[in-house]
């Protein structure tokens, strides 16, 4: 069997640091990759003059499995963002972003176990038609759902419930207001749900599911939602459990998927080995899961948990006073 190429996207600001703090413990606990590093964002910039250098784009395609840092998009540069970019390059229509509550963070909940499965590819969120008047008075934008895309994402949120063993898939939805395009989706994610008999269907609507999410979290198990709503609810979700540090995010094609940390490249601490790597390391778990390598991924998360649960050597935001490399180091001795 040929070894396993990883397309690696170090990233900007805190990128690198937490990036080699990931790869240092995938090789600990045996992982044997090749590794292909590739630049996008203003590292990317800098050195090409583009944010995605189409050599990055190629090597996304060939190895199909990536490993990504945060990247900084400029403002107002005319290009909307890398991350969108690259989800409707590769069709990477689903986006998982699972929050697990760790003993020792600074959560208010202590059992929280949600996967959000957000549509990665069309509605609002997809920046469709946006123009603005030339006197600025007025600005509109359009939400395009299709029945295809509703259909295979919340497929996809069944089939994963069902292999990971989860109880219940909940839609969130508008469909009360927004009678087409959220109305189609929860259509078909009723459609869809009755074909999973094994499996607890809910719907709610977005606005109360907020207000749940904050006063009684434990009810859910995965949601599903379009994307905007799931880019808003899915960060919702890692506020309970600790913050975006504490939360990985995994863009899922038919046959190529991004893992990522879903923080943004903190360049205020950049360089100073501040760093909580663990939303990357999490998105590494989440990519062995994905190759089914579930053992390795398994024993990385014990790692995790005990290192944050016992404040062994924690960052700042854990409530420690240690760095990136500290961290890592405690995490590699118990591997």
Do not use: W
Not at 166 to 186: C, D, E, M, P, Q
Not at 216 to 230: R, Y
Not at 287 to 297: C, G, N, P, V
């Amino acid at each position: 069997m040929s070894k396993q190429t990883i397309t690696v996207i170090k990233g900007d600001g805190i990128g690198p640091s937490i990036i080699d703090s990931a790869l240092a413990i995938l090789e600990k606990v045996g992982c044997d990759f090749d590794y292909e590093f590739v630049d996008a964002g203003l590292t990317a910039l800098e050195k090409t003059g583009e944010l995605l250098p189409q050599e990055t784009l190629d090597a996304i395609a060939r190895n199909k499995v990536s490993l990504k840092g945060p990247l900084t998009t400029p403002v107002g540069e005319g290009f909307t963002s890398i991350n969108v970019t690259l989800r409707k390059k590769f069709d990477l229509y689903a986006n998982l972003r699972p929050v697990l509550s760790f003993k020792g963070t600074k959560a208010r909940y202590e059992n929280i176990d949600i996967l959000t499965i957000r549509e990665n590819t069309e509605g609002m969120y997809s920046g469709l038609g946006q123009v603005t008047s030339e006197d600025g008075s007025e600005a509109e934008a359009m939400s395009k759902i299709t029945r295809e895309g509703a259909e295979r994402i919340v497929t996809f949120a069944y089939e994963t419930a069902r292999r990971e063993g989860r109880k219940k898939v909940t839609a969130f939805h508008k469909a009360n207001i927004l009678k087409s395009t959220s109305g189609l989706f929860l259509k078909v994610a009723r459609e869809v749900g009755e074909r999973y008999p094994d499996i607890e269907s809910a719907e709610m609507i977005v606005d109360n599911a907020c207000m749940q999410l904050v006063m009684n979290p434990e009810q859910f198990d995965v949601i599903v939602t379009t994307n905007l709503f799931g880019d808003i609810i899915s960060d919702l979700c890692a506020g309970l459990v600790g913050g975006l540090g504490m939360a990985p995010g995994a863009n899922i094609g038919k046959d190529c998927a991004i893992f990522e940390a879903v923080h943004g490249s903190a360049p205020d601490i950049a360089g100073k080995n501040l760093a909580n790597p663990t939303s990357v390391i999490l998105a590494s778990i989440q990519m062995l899961e994905y190759l089914d390598m579930s053992d390795k991924a398994a024993r990385i998360r014990a790692a995790i948990k005990d290192v944050i649960e016992t404040g062994d050597r924690t960052t700042r935001d854990l409530g420690g006073t240690h760095g990136t490399t500290d961290f890592t180091d405690a995490v590699l001795e118990r591997l």
